[in-house]
């Protein structure tokens, strides 16, 4: 009887001081850092099902971040940013990635073009964290996701460079409804909205969904990004329980 109290009392109070500790120190962390000269408004969106993180948007003011708990079960969605956002008529709206005037997104999807980083987080036999940068849906700033601490293959993807400054005319996507300077870069699908860049219909397979001379130049400026809706990324990584994912805007 005393030696079974003597195992058993330890035990709990072990497990209340980890439960203490992940309430105080989570394990598992998302931060986004705005490393622009200016202040973005990012925005999370998860996919059907899963829960909304941050209330799915929020101000972050240039060279500071914000850091919260990833959720401790799988999860996917995506982040991006916002950026030209103001109060004009007294309703919020953003010149690139709005999600239907608010701030907070609350589940909603942001509006092309956008660079996005996509997760599916505690997936596989060994807690996978899977991340990618997209460009399929065209780009509106720089961002990479870096991971910390993680097991195996987890390197660092994304795009570094200003696509805004190289964007092909035909691509330029212009802030006061075209008449207003570069914010971002189209995709070829949002720009011509035909089937083959879109990757629809005839063309919604691997064997029919090639790149263009238009996902080649985000390719070659930004190896390390998805491109077009079947492109594989360049960078494989297979990365276990990261304690750290970092989507660093402007790096
Ligand atoms: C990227 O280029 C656009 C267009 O020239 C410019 O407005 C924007 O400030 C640039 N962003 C960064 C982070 O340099």
């Known amino acids: 009887m005393a030696s079974s109290t003597k195992t058993l009392l330890p035990l709990s109070l072990l497990f209340t001081l980890l439960a203490l500790s992940q309430a105080t120190y989570p394990n598992f962390i998302l931060t986004l850092v705005n490393n622009c000269p200016y202040t973005i408004w990012p925005a999370i969106q998860p996919n059907a099902g899963h829960p909304v993180l941050e209330r799915g948007g929020f101000t972050l003011h240039s060279l500071t971040h914000r850091s919260f708990p990833a959720p401790t079960a799988h999860w996917s969605g995506r982040?991006?940013?916002r950026t030209g956002?103001?109060?004009?008529?007294?309703k919020f709206y953003c010149a690139t990635g709005d999600c239907g005037g608010r701030i907070e997104c609350d589940g909603l999807g942001g509006a092309p073009p956008a660079t996005l980083a996509q997760f599916v987080l505690h997936h596989g036999h060994a807690d996978f964290s899977t991340y990618s940068v997209s460009l399929v849906d065209g780009f509106n700033i720089p961002l990479t996701v870096t991971p910390h601490e993680g097991k195996g293959v987890c390197p660092v993807v994304g795009c570094k460079e200003n696509l805004s400054e190289s964007?092909?005319?035909?691509?330029q996507f212009k802030s006061h409804g075209g008449h207003g300077s570069v914010v971002g870069c189209k995709s070829a699908c949002e720009a011509f909205k035909t089937d083959e860049f879109c990757c629809r219909n005839h063309y919604n397979s691997p064997q029919t969904c090639k790149p263009s001379s238009y996902s080649q130049f985000f390719k070659h400026a930004c190896p390390a990004t998805i491109t077009y809706a079947h492109d594989s990324p360049s960078l494989?990584?297979?990365?276990?329980?990261p304690r750290e994912l970092k989507v660093i805007f402007c790096h």
């Open 79 to 81: 982040v991006w940013a």
């Open 85 to 90: 956002c103001t109060y004009e008529h007294g």
């Open 236 to 241: 494989m990584h297979e990365c276990s329980s």
């Open 167 to 171: 964007c092909p005319a035909v691509l």
